[in-house]
């Protein structure tokens, strides 16, 4: 029974289910009448719509975009990462840990997107990607001995760094989705920690960085609403 257990344990059913999560909501939208990449599908399924939010107060969208995707590839692209990525990260940080990263980086890049954006729809899990990412990379700063971390760290903090260069001269791409997802990736990784190492994480850097985490949330929520005044 204990190897059972441990063996469950060891099965990363948080990336799984969110994995299940957005490829139904993707074929339900490969089905729709409008198909997947029309902009009333993606709003429909929940993608993230400023007016929606502010007029309708459909506050579930600073959710929801992060299991809608636009277009095959797009979706493709994201449940490729978070099924590699997802296991590592949800292995090191456990798996409440791992739920709650990977929705309050999605919820960060939303929010930041939010702020920035007034007259634009966007959908995806790379909000959340982009916080594992941030999550993951934060724990050469506490681990700095462990080779395989650090280098890891190092491999996926120059794919970031890469990936957000690009995204300068991609319009199409909700740069600030992604950078509200590592920000709120890192915030969230400090403030958790890694299970039964939080010898290694001062308590006031945990606590401080819960507190800039709901600072920066509460601060750009209020940004995004001042755009309709």
Known sequence: ??????????????????????????????????GATNIKTIINFGGLYHSYITQLHEYWRLITPIFVHIGFYHFLFNSFVLFFLGEQVENLYGHIRFLLIYLLAGISGNILSFAMHSDSVSAGAS?????????????????????????????????VVLNLIFN???????????????IGGILTGITLAVPKQAKYYRIIERISAGILLIALLVIFLILGFLRTC
């Open 1 to 34: 029974m204990r190897i059972l257990k441990r063996r469950f344990c060891d099965i990363p059913y948080i990336m799984y289910t969110f994995l299940i999560i957005q490829s139904i909501v993707f074929l339900a939208m490969q089905v729709s009448p409008m």
């Open 127 to 159: 909000t959340s990607i982009f916080g594992m990412f941030g999550a993951f990379i934060i724990l050469k700063y506490y681990f700095p001995h462990n080779q395989i971390l650090s280098t890891l760290a190092k491999q996926y903090a120059f794919l």
């Open 168 to 182: 300068l001269f991609d319009s199409s791409i909700d740069i600030w989705g992604h950078i509200g997802g590592i």
